[in-house]
């Protein structure tokens, strides 16, 4: 299987900026498209941004202009680039991605276990 493991988030302040990374490994033929979503206590899961393999980007619209999504084809990873963040931007931040583990497999969606992102003052 794919593994994906987040790091980089923690406490930071409202207006403060933060750089998530998640790298794959494992068993990666191909990854596709990937994204960031967050879940905030008591809340679903929200869509927070997705990168095509070809660098095509979508964002949510509570974070468009803040949050910039990029990825290292070469290092298997994908970032999320976060500033002038908000409180309500507090959330366990999750990546995913779209992989095939061989050239014949179907393509499946992995999950990363989350990392933390505190905004309080």
């Known amino acids: 299987q794919v593994q994906l493991v987040e790091s980089g988030g923690g406490l930071v302040q409202p207006g403060g900026s933060l750089r998530l990374s998640c790298a794959a490994s494992g068993s990666i033929f191909s990854l596709y498209t990937m994204e960031w979503r967050r879940q905030a206590p008591g809340k679903q899961r929200e869509l927070v941004a997705t990168i095509t393999s070809g660098g095509t980007t979508n964002y949510a619209d509570s974070v468009k202009g803040r949050f910039t999504i990029s990825r290292d084809n070469t290092k298997n990873t994908v970032y999320l680039q976060m500033s002038s963040l908000k409180p309500e931007d507090t959330a366990v931040y999750y990546c995913?991605?779209?992989?095939?583990?061989?050239?014949?497999?179907?393509?499946?969606?992995?999950w990363g276990q989350g990392t933390q992102v505190t905004v309080s003052s």
């Open positions: 995913s991605s779209l992989a095939a583990t061989t050239a014949t497999s179907v393509v499946r969606r992995f």
